[in-house]
């Protein structure tokens, strides 16, 4: 009999007896009463005895319905969602939409019952909500996190049933330059969070008394264990855990403790230590015997997100949904159908950016042209991890005038459209200042920069010779190329376009301390009158940051002396951070796709700051109209030859007149247009949704920093709610809730799936959050409950806090790490290229961290010098390696070689030959012990130190010699099988949609199956 036969019916009842495995992460979840909880940011599938996924759940399909007539654009998302679990379940998904649009509607469909949805108060909302699901009747809530981000809760989905949500937005459609354009955002970028975690200290309850000391002994993996009570404060998310520990306070210990337990909890050190905690539903917690208490509330209020909340982004962990990892998907998938009537002229030039359709007419005009047109999506069942972008013209290309108004209980509404000039060219020609600032962050990683790269360097090829410019880059540092601005000469445009090509992408989207550098006005600018010239700063980049307010916040701050324009890179754009940037810095925005032609784009560029269409706007209207409420109060300038779109409201009929004014190339220019309101117009009821919904911006826009931070002005507030809950729309401060009354749920409180998102189509995982399946070493492995970690700190997406232990991976020790960080090896780009230390050893490939083995990676670099007869060079380096650490036996031996001007050539060689071999074997072993500890979970790293006789470690399942492993790899197909064949697994089973595969490895073979290129994570399957 085979010797591993007995271990394939184990596998096979292994794989029939699991209900669900949790895919994204080859590891029992914790369970109760055999119910699989899903872990944040995995994806929970389904597989068949055989290990084929069956299936993802919960959310199973989105329907995309737009209708467009004339300008208007009314889009309705149906959300699917299903339970196939054996417990009820509570859905939370996180999604986009139009940055632009007004959400005015939300419908709750449970079988043959359908629950319209009611704008309340949010906290109002938020209560209603949780009143009935702790009823067990189903509901549903909806909330704006931001203009273009919600989040959509469905509890109490009963076992087999499927909940349908209708949302429904209408917004207006504005041409540019005879294009006009609609795109319905599906995918959600993971979004970099400045700030430290909020760590505001608990009021302490009667009877507590705080104690000095620490919670957590070091930054630590942590990792959610078994649940208690969740009824109380809800199922925890790592998320929630860090910032939880974050902002409690240490107290004294308690002598008695009656409170139940909510969750247990596991604190792994950089050393291999480990904690083990607990933490109770009155808010106090324990791990090693310190005790701690938090505010229940705080809890509560928390999301759901990979991040938790900082000073600086209070709602971190509510825009920061999971993305699946490469290899999986999250499982649901979209359809989108378009209808285009335009009401008038025929359509012209249709396309589809980014997704394949199918067209079709319907009726035709007396030339021949049809009247409507249809778009559907080609593949029924697209992936949503990018935009749908689609673009058309009009067979006529002027923009009319349109005067809409409608009239309701609530008083009479109006919106103008009104056709610009056409572009002037100026009569002078003024010098400008532009800055190009960059965005370098591990989201850019890829395609993206490259893209942005090219957009800059032809930019600055058409630069003219009177102006100036200068190029900055960020993610966690910011970067200046020159000390200021200088003349575009060929020779200035030359070092620029280097600078340009060495860029690469890596780091957190720190965009502040860029946004200070590149608008504070430069210093030495001429300030004669008439010869300062224009400032113009154009921000390339995604937009994944958490803290949109706060930078259109600072955006504005400087609009009375820069223009700002923003080109969004990517296929997925953060819309509203890069529109608000544009419109607060008086500029354009511009989206480029990772498909587009970038020289179309800078030539729009280029022409936008040359030449505008209409600056310093005014909209006027006649008195005897009595029109009130105008918004925007302020109209932006035009860029391109676009409508111009003003709301406002009325009283009752009135004939009279609307005079536009502005500046063109030519001078000044005007235009008055007649004009009459109606007594009773019941028709266009959406001018009224358009109206409030500019409304709220302009009134939140008085302080969007305060709106980050959570402190609005309460009476500006209360203005917000009365128009979201007079014309039923989503703000900040209102939410969509939808209780269905009549159907009560089974047993007791319902399991939490948070629904993870797709990653942005270019956007790479790997930049963004480290490399797949390092959960087991560094802390990288986001939002697991198996082997789980805090986010990977070096991509800077979950705090921001720059480099930490976790860093630089859990092999170190905490000596190691200690000495890295003393020597200050871990230094953002501005230091690293300005040490040729750094920059000799960065040549000798070893690791992406330039802390890795640094010592011994300078050695090899300054051998390498001395072989080239580059004695002086290499003895600089010697000596300044020496400096930094005067007790390295390899420095010193180099140093003394190169020095010793009595060695006779010979010895000198020999010397250096001999130090430089055992930095080698160093680098050699210390990569291989990396990888090792990266790539396999730290219950099998004992087993790769040869011949293992010991017991099986925790978890870890021991057959005739081999060992049970789940193995995650880059692309599961025929050859990598083959290869894992070969490195000694025996394959007893595979998941190919998820790259799994489960097998028996033998104990001395399980380094060299970690160690394949196609491994990306290696974890024992236990067994049960």
């Avoid at 389904?46 to 654009?73: K, W, Y």
């Avoid at 149906?78 to 632009?100: G, H, M, W």
């Avoid at 340009?500 to 600018?525: C, F, H, Q, V, Y």
């Amino acid at each position: 009999m085979h010797r591993f036969a007995s271990l394939g019916r184990m596998l096979a009842t292994l794989a029939s007896s699991l209900l669900l495995f949790p895919a994204a992460t080859p590891c029992p979840a914790f369970a109760e009463d055999g119910v699989v909880l899903a872990p944040d940011g995995g994806r929970l599938d389904a597989l068949d005895p055989d290990g084929n996924v069956v299936g993802p759940c919960p959310l199973r399909h989105t329907d995309v319905a737009v209708e467009i007539s004339g300008p208007f654009a009314r889009v309705t998302v149906t959300q699917l969602f299903a339970n196939p679990f054996t417990d009820k379940i509570e859905a939370v998904y996180t999604f986009p939409l139009s940055d632009r649009a007004a959400v005015d509607r939300m419908r709750m469909t449970i079988g043959d019952r359908v629950v319209e949805g009611e704008v309340h108060e949010r906290s109002v909302a938020r209560a209603t909500y949780e009143a009935a699901r702790a009823r067990g009747h189903v509901a549903s809530l909806l909330e704006q996190e931001r203009p273009n981000l919600f989040t959509q809760s469905v509890a109490n989905i009963e076992p087999g049933v499927e909940v349908r949500i209708e949302i429904s937005s209408v917004e207006i459609l504005e041409p540019k330059d005879g294009q006009w354009s609609f795109t319905f955002p599906m995918v959600v970028g993971p979004r970099y969070v400045p700030g430290s975690p909020n760590a505001t200290p608990a009021a302490l309850p009667t009877g507590f008394s705080a104690r000095r000391g620490a919670i957590l002994l070091a930054p630590a993996k942590l990792t959610i264990g078994n649940a208690g009570d969740v009824a109380t404060l809800g199922t925890l998310q790592l998320g929630k855990l860090h910032a939880l520990l974050g902002a409690a306070t240490p107290i004294r210990a308690l002598n008695e403790h009656a409170a139940a337990l909510w969750y247990a909890f596991e604190a792994a050190y950089p050393d291999g230590s480990k904690e083990s905690g607990s933490l109770y539903v009155d808010g106090t917690g324990e791990i090693g015997g310190r005790w701690f208490f938090t505010d229940p509330k705080v809890i509560a209020a928390m999301g759901t997100g990979f991040s938790p909340d900082t000073d600086r982004v209070p709602d971190a962990s509510r825009v920061t949904p999971e993305p699946v990892r490469p290899g999986t998907r999250a499982g649901h998938d979209i359809s989108l159908h378009v209808t285009i009537d335009t009401g008038g002229p025929a359509l012209t030039d249709l396309r589809s950016a980014l997704h394949e359709i199918d067209e079709a007419t319907q009726g035709d005009r007396s030339d021949g042209t049809p009247r409507k047109v249809s778009i559907e999506l080609r593949k029924k069942n697209e992936i949503p991890n990018r935009d749908f972008v689609l673009t058309w013209k009009e067979a006529a290309a002027s923009i009319e005038d349109a005067l809409l108004a409608h009239t309701d209980s609530r008083g009479g509404f109006v919106t103008l459209m009104l056709q610009p000039p056409a572009r002037i060219d100026a009569r002078t020609v003024v010098p400008r200042e532009v800055v190009f600032v960059l965005d370098t962050s591990g989201s850019m990683s890829g395609l993206p920069i490259e893209k942005a790269k090219a957009v800059i360097a032809k930019a600055i090829d058409g630069l003219r010779a009177l102006d100036t410019f200068n190029l900055i880059t960020f993610s966690g540092d910011t970067h200046v190329l020159w000390t200021e601005p200088r003349q575009a000469t060929d020779r200035n445009r030359g070092e620029a376009q280097a600078f340009l090509a060495s860029r690469t992408g890596g780091g957190g989207t720190e965009m502040m301390k860029a946004i200070e550098t590149a608008l504070a006005p430069t210093a030495n600018r001429d300030a004669k009158a008439g010869t300062a010239p224009i400032r113009i700063v154009c921000f390339l980049t995604d937009g994944f940051v958490g803290n949109d307010l706060e930078i259109i916040d600072a955006v504005k701050r400087y609009a009375a002396t820069t223009r700002v324009f923003s080109f969004g890179i990517g296929n997925s754009v953060n819309r509203f951070l890069l529109d608000g940037m544009a419109r607060a810095g008086r500029g354009a925005v511009e989206t480029v796709l990772l498909n587009d032609d970038a020289d179309a784009k800078v030539a729009r560029f280029v022409r936008r700051i040359e030449t505008p269409v209409l600056t310093d706007v005014e909209v006027e209207f006649s008195p005897n109209l009595e029109v009130t409420d105008v918004v925007p109060a302020r109209v932006p300038d035009l860029f391109d030859e676009q409508p111009i779109v003003v709301h406002g409201r009325f009283r009752g009929p009135r004939t009279g007149t609307v005079t536009v004014r502005g500046n063109t190339g030519a001078g000044p220019w005007s235009r008055v247009i007649p004009f009459e309101l109606p007594a009773a117009e019941p028709a266009h009821d959406t001018i009224a949704t358009c109206w409030a919904r500019a409304t709220v911006d302009a009134i939140l826009g008085r302080d969007l920093a305060a709106v980050q931070r959570g402190d609005f002005s309460p009476e500006l507030k209360k203005q917000v709610v009365a128009l979201g809950e007079t014309f039923g729309i989503l703000t900040p401060f209102t939410s969509f809730v939808a209780v269905e009354k009549m159907t009560v749920t089974i047993g007791g409180a319902p399991r939490l799936v948070s629904v993870p998102v797709e990653m942005p189509d270019g956007v790479s995982y790997e930049a963004a959050f480290g490399e797949v399946g390092f959960g087991g070493g560094g802390a990288v492995l986001i939002g697991s409950t198996c082997a789980a970690s805090a986010p990977a700190q070096q991509a800077g997406f979950a705090s921001g806090r720059g480099a930490t232990i976790e860093r630089l991976g859990a092999a170190k020790t905490k000596h190691a790490v200690a000495e890295s960080l003393d020597l200050g090896l871990v230094k953002g780009e501005n230091d690293e290229e300005r040490e040729p230390l750094l920059r000799a050893a960065a040549k000798v490939p070893a690791d992406g961290d330039p802390s890795f083995l640094f010592r011994e990676r300078a050695v090899v670099a300054i051998a390498h010098l001395a072989d080239a007869g580059k004695n002086d060079e290499a003895l600089k380096l010697a000596q300044s390696l020496v400096a930094r650490d005067a007790e390295f036996p390899l420095g010193l031996a180099l140093r003394d070689a190169l020095a010793d001007q009595t060695l006779g050539e010979e010895t000198r060689k020999s010397r250096i030959a001999s130090a430089r071999d055992v930095a080698t074997k160093a680098i050699d072993s210390g990569v291989r012990q990396r990888k090792l500890s990266l790539r396999l979970d730290a219950r099998l790293l004992p087993l790769t130190a040869g011949v293992y006789d010991g017991p099986a470690p925790s978890g870890v399942t021991f057959v005739d010699g081999g060992v049970v492993v789940s193995v995650t790899v880059a692309q599961l197909d025929d050859a990598t099988i083959d290869r894992l064949k070969k490195a000694g697994l025996v394959v007893q089973t595979t998941a190919r949609t998820v790259n799994l595969v489960i097998g028996v490895v033998p104990i001395g073979k399980v380094a060299d199956l970690a160690l394949l290129d196609d491994v990306r994570r290696v974890e024992p399957t236990q067994m049960k």
